[in-house]
């Protein structure tokens, strides 16, 4: 069978066992995304500490392995960033699944990277950041 | 164009390689290997019969219908209306003024809910059932929001058929105007006794539509047969081109019911005060329709004619029962809909796989199949899953191709599981 350079170790791995599932118990922030097309979901729960930066984060995901992995990989990466890095890191994932160039320092993210050669999968990798985004743009709101 | 048929039951499967020769995209390569082309039922690929046909016409035969006085528009009039009289032969209706053309069976489907619809009263109902493709879903849906009828849903069996007694009680209040229903599934490839459900409908003193979409590729429709009042059906699965689909209802209905859109053509007489509708058919086609595709439609139907019902129903049957044993043998392998009447349309999910990433993974091996919920969400909730992959057949797939379907999803599951 030929495989996919899109469904490398760590992506099948996180999505079999991921290291960032489940509720958060103390979380003071609550996001969710879904992709009506497929009927992915997922649900992102963190807690922001004394200085903006994301303590913990946590998703419940039911969708494919592309999207499942996408939001362990994501949970793990803005740990204890500050918003604005989160935003930096979202962009340069955009760039990285249209151009199929990933950045220097983009890390386990690149692994998307062969997504620009299957444009109809890139909203599963792309749902729990929209969700993030948009969670941590309501705070801004507040 | 009735009965053409050259080729017996036995002889498809001899003849499937002179079939496939006729459809350029088969010798493609996907990804380096040769495309196994399992999506017939979202979209069917086209015969070179369909594509000169259309190419001929904008080369040699093109102007503007139904108004030119000149030879090259009498010309293409001609080879328009020509078409009308192969699909009413097709379809087995009374008279070529029922054949309505549209864009797709959408288009054809949501001409009934707003003009059959705008006769509508509260408190009448219309009936769909539970397995319905969006299209036959949302106009209705439209409709009540619109006129305040009320939108009923008949269930289906756990194995995916149309739940008769179900369908009888929801009848039985007399409220019904319209049934509409599909005649074969795209998500379960069940297909319905439609012959069965107009008796009721009419008995119950409903009209009845079906959405004919996947069943006029797999078995000869005839609707007065049938005793249908509506049926659709769409050109882009019949082997000919996207844009152009057809309805068909019966001459009085089409008579009594008011236009869908407004414009050219479909007019009698206009002053800036009112105007007057055009007799039917062309009360009904507002504006230049698509001349090009609606030949193209007829070269498709040709071509459909020219191998026969008999074997293509032979062939699909034969290659559906190979399908349903070689996917029951793949580990984690479950079909979704076993009615007893099913066509060549087979969703499964394998364990925990997600269907995207079924679908991805054959792409790689030059296989297509769709994924997701097929345009039928409530069924998916109905049937306690969120996506499907699906697997569909034409009159150019072979048993082989199937196989290799199996083979590839047996090494998918080992990756993942």
């Known amino acids: 069978m030929a495989q996919d350079d899109l469904y490398r170790t760590v992506v099948l791995e996180r999505a079999r066992t991921p290291r960032y599932a489940g509720p958060l118990t103390d979380a003071d922030r609550h996001g969710e995304g879904s992709n009506p097309l497929c009927g992915d979901r997922v649900k992102l729960q963190a807690s922001v500490d004394a200085q903006g930066r994301l303590a913990a984060v946590r998703h419940e995901t039911r969708g494919c392995a592309i999207c499942a992995a996408s939001a362990d990989l994501m949970a793990e990466r803005v740990t204890g960033q500050k918003p604005a890095h989160v935003s930096q890191l979202h962009a340069e994932l955009v760039t990285t699944v249209e151009t199929g160039i990933a950045p220097e320092g983009l890390g386990d993210l690149s692994v998307f990277a062969p997504l620009h050669r299957h444009r109809s999968r890139i909203r599963c990798a792309m749902l729990p950041w929209s969700a993030l985004i948009e969670m941590l743009n309501d705070d801004k709101d507040r | ?417």
């Open chain 2, 1 to 417: 164009m009735m009965d053409q048929t050259v080729a017996s039951p036995t002889e498809i499967a001899g003849s499937l390689r002179r079939i496939r020769a006729d459809f350029p995209i088969l010798s493609q390569k996907v990804h380096g290997r040769d495309l196994v082309f399992l999506d017939s039922a979202a979209s069917a690929q086209k015969p070179r019969q369909v594509i000169d046909a259309m190419a001929d016409t904008m080369r040699t035969q093109y102007a503007n219908i139904h108004r030119g006085l000149y030879w090259m528009s009498e010309r293409t009039t001609e080879a328009y209306e020509a078409v009308r009289d192969q699909v009413a032969a097709f379809l087995g209706a009374g008279a070529r003024e029922e054949i309505i053309f549209t864009r797709n069976s959408t288009e054809a489907i949501n001409l009934v809910a707003h003009s059959f619809g705008s006769l509508l009263k509260p408190g009448q109902v219309v009936l769909v059932s539970e397995m319905e493709h969006h299209a036959n879903l949302v106009p209705w849906q439209m409709l009540r929001d619109r006129t305040g009828v009320e939108l009923r849903v008949t269930p289906i069996t756990d194995d995916g058929a149309l739940d008769m007694d179900a369908l009888e009680r929801n009848l039985s209040d007399g409220r019904v105007a319209l049934v509409a229903i599909t005649h074969m599934s795209n998500v379960l490839g069940t297909i319905t006794d439609a012959r069965a459900i107009a008796d009721m409908a009419h008995a119950a003193g409903a009209k009845v539509l079906f959405d004919g979409s996947q069943l006029a590729v797999h078995r000869r429709v005839d609707v007065r047969a049938l005793d249908a009042d509506f049926y659709v059906v769409t050109g882009h699965k019949l082997y000919g081109p996207t844009g152009i689909g057809v309805l068909w209802a019966r001459r009085e209905i089409l008579d009594a019911i008011p236009p869908f859109l407004g414009g050219g053509d479909m007019i009698s007489t206009v002053s800036f005060e009112r105007s007057t509708w055009a007799s039917v058919p062309h009360k009904f086609e507002a504006g230049t329709p698509a001349i090009i595709e609606t030949i193209g439609l007829g070269a498709a139907l040709a071509y459909i004619e020219s191998i026969g019902f008999d074997a293509i129903g032979a062939h699909e049957e034969a290659l559906t029962a190979h399908a349903l044993k070689v996917l029951g043998n793949v580990s984690g392998l479950k079909v979704i809909g076993t009615a007893p009447d099913r066509g060549g349309v087979i969703s499964f999910t394998m364990d925990d796989v997600h269907p995207h990433d079924i679908a991805t993974l054959l792409d790689r091996n030059g296989i297509a199949v769709r994924a997701g919920h097929h345009c039928a969400e409530p069924l998916m909730r109905r049937l306690g899953v969120t996506a499907t992959a699906r697997a569909s057949f034409g009159i150019y797939t072979t048993p082989e191709e199937i196989d290799v379907l199996a083979a590839t999803l047996e090494q998918i599951r080992g990756f993942f599981v």
